[in-house]
């Protein structure tokens, strides 16, 4: 018997299949969005970051916390802090940010948001409640400067648009 010969077609699968993609060049402001930034550009103000220029920077529920840690007069742990000037307590590790350095400057990356403990408005120290390990927050000279400020700064804003 002869062999006969069967036409060979391209399978179904090779039609299908998509070419791997290639990865993404870093721009030079270090993000992986494809384009490159021209060389120098910086962008004027970081989502959600603070300007120390611009103390209205800072976000009202920051504000609260300072409200609140000057009343305290040891400081306070993370959930006095939220029950106490109403902020949500998943959301402290934004607001104050995390005792961990490393962490911390990762979530403010991650969330564009600067912490109290970076801008050194508050201070973390180790102590224990009820016999159990907890950070324990103050605010610092700084942060009652920047309080002061903050309210000075609103009370004119809210004198500039009065006149309007």
């Not at 990865?23 to 030079?28: E, G, I, N, R």
């Not at 021209?38 to 976000?59: N, T």
């Not at 927050?137 to 804003?157: H, M, Q, R, W």
């Amino acid at each position: 018997m002869a062999a006969t010969k069967i036409p060979v077609t391209a399978s179904k699968t090779a039609k299908t299949e998509k070419k791997a993609r290639k990865p993404l060049k870093k721009a030079s402001d270090g993000s992986l969005r494809g384009v490159a930034k021209p060389k120098g550009w910086k962008p004027e103000k970081p989502m959600g970051g603070f300007d120390k220029k611009d103390i209205l920077s800072l976000r009202k529920p920051q504000v609260r916390i300072l409200e609140t840690l000057k009343t305290a007069k040891n400081g306070l742990v993370r959930k006095d802090i939220s029950e106490r000037s109403k902020v949500e307590y998943a959301w402290l590790c934004n607001w104050i940010g995390q005792p961990d350095n490393a962490a911390r400057k990762d979530r403010e990356t991650r969330w564009g948001i600067t912490s109290l403990l970076t801008l050194k408005f508050v201070t973390v120290r180790e102590g224990e409640v009820d016999s159990k390990k907890a950070y324990i927050y103050t605010i610092t000279d700084a942060g009652k400067n920047a309080l002061a400020e903050y309210k000075d700064a609103s009370k004119a804003k809210d004198k500039e648009k009065a006149k309007k």
